[in-house]
């Protein structure tokens, strides 16, 4: 099964970095509180970044955790399309 890391926007204007098989159905479990303490503090959750697949969790976790130390700035340029 393919794992993908996500990026959400919440209401605050903050971002979540998450990862799922099925990111979309992720977002829709935060928006509904099935999902982290956070998402229920700040969803809802809009969803602007899914990554290619990753070929295991392990690998997705691993990439999740580097984005997860980024600056907003980078992340920002991740969604767009500018950075790798």
Excluded: C
């Excluded at 159905?25 to 509904?32: E, F, L, S, Y």
């Excluded at 809802?44 to 130390?69: C, M, N, W």
């Amino acid at each position: 099964m393919a794992w993908h890391v996500y990026i959400a926007r919440a209401r605050t204007g903050r971002y979540y970095t998450g990862i799922s098989p099925h990111p979309e159905q992720r977002i829709d479990d935060h928006n509904n509180d099935r999902g982290a303490k956070f998402a229920h503090d700040q969803g809802p959750f809009t969803l602007v970044y899914i990554s290619p697949p990753f070929p295991d969790q392990k690998a997705a976790r691993k990439r999740e955790h580097q984005i997860k130390g980024w600056t907003r700035s980078k992340k920002e340029k991740l969604i767009k399309g500018d950075w790798m």
